[in-house]
């Protein structure tokens, strides 16, 4: 019976409400393993899906889950009900190098005074 447990049933909900999945995960699986399983299951028809798992955010219950943690250790007992299926969502977050960019430029604001 323990090993029954030990798997969830998550289906992930993309943000224009479609879902990939649902797909049975042993419960000591990382996130970051559930994030590249997303990576490879993601739509090709999608335009600016995630191109690693640093662009992907995964959402359940309220809270976003670090790579570093498991699937067992995410579970919440008041949204998770044995045997149902988990839905999280997916949030992809494109990196913000344009911005970083125009952020290190200089501000073209300067004072124009000459004193004589």
Do not use: Y
């Amino acid at each position: 019976m323990s090993g029954v447990q030990d798997q969830l049933e998550i289906k992930f909900r993309l943000t224009d409400g479609s879902d990939i999945g649902p797909k049975s995960f042993p419960a000591a699986t990382s996130v970051a393993t559930l994030k590249e399983s997303i990576l490879a299951q993601w739509p090709k028809e999608k335009d600016n899906g995630p191109r690693t798992i640093k662009d992907v955010k995964l959402i359940s219950a309220g809270k976003i889950l670090e790579n570093s943690r498991t699937v067992g250790e995410c579970r919440s007992p008041l949204v998770d009900t044995p045997g149902g299926v988990t839905t999280m969502h997916v949030v992809v977050q494109a990196p913000m190098e344009k911005e970083k960019k125009e952020l290190k430029q200089p501000q073209q604001n300067r004072c124009g005074c000459v004193i004589l």
